[in-house]
């Protein structure tokens, strides 16, 4: 079956570390995005790539950094200067404008 | 002021009830979609909109594009419908509601 798959699901860090979210498809779909997601907030939108090695910041970009060296994986890394790294993080893959497909999100706490 | 604003945040329900969650835009769109997001917080899409209305099951989802609304229904509400209904309008990218959060009680 296609679809996204992030890992891990839970994930604990220590303030100042980076840490790096997986995100990876299966459906060929050339855009991939990465959003946050806080409590009471829409989803807010930090990197996207529409084509292999290519990315583009979003509303929230700072503090974070992508990479997109093959289609089927774009990685997400905080860094140790975003401020508020705690939050839930989906990635999300479309085909288009119209078909979107998003991944089970991963956790991330700072302790 | 929210691009995509939704109604209401909270909603509780008795078992059977018919469910409305409102939501309007102000950015030009190509398609709206309603998504629920489950307490695990994976999120599926349920409907994707252009004009007019959609139905699968007992949800409906309805657009007025002159209007900037869409509206989800869900007809004999369940508890198993108890999850987060996001409205997103879609244009060069996607721009979120910040959700409803519905409570179906048996």
């Known amino acids: 079956d296609g679809g996204i798959t992030q890992s891990p699901k839970y994930l604990f860090r220590k303030e100042g570390q980076n840490v790096t979210l997986s995100c990876e498809q299966n459906?060929?779909?050339?855009?991939m995005y990465w959003y946050r997601q806080d409590p009471g907030q829409g989803l807010r939108l930090i990197y996207y790539s529409q084509i292999v090695n290519d990315f583009q910041k979003g509303d929230i970009a700072e503090g974070y950094s992508v990479s997109r060296e093959k289609k089927e994986s774009f990685p997400l890394t905080v860094t140790s200067a975003q401020k508020n790294p705690t939050a839930f993080y989906l990635c999300a893959s479309s085909a288009g404008n119209f078909f979107w497909f998003f991944g089970p999100g991963t956790r991330l706490t700072v302790l | 002021k929210n691009e995509v604003e939704q109604s209401p945040q909270n909603l509780t329900a008795q078992e059977g009830e018919f469910i409305t969650i409102n939501c309007s835009y102000s950015v030009g769109i190509s398609a709206l979609h309603w998504l629920q997001q489950h307490p695990g917080g994976g999120i599926v899409s349920l409907f994707m909109l252009s004009s007019g209305k959609k139905k699968h099951g007992r949800l409906i989802a309805t657009i007025n594009i002159q209007e900037k609304h869409s509206s989800l229904h869900i007809t004999a509400s369940h508890p198993r419908d108890s999850a987060v209904y996001i409205c997103?309008?879609?244009?060069?990218?996607?721009?979120f509601g910040a959700g409803t959060r519905l409570t179906v009680k048996p």
């Open positions: 997103a309008a879609n244009n060069n990218d996607m721009r």
């Open positions: 459906l060929n779909h050339d855009a």
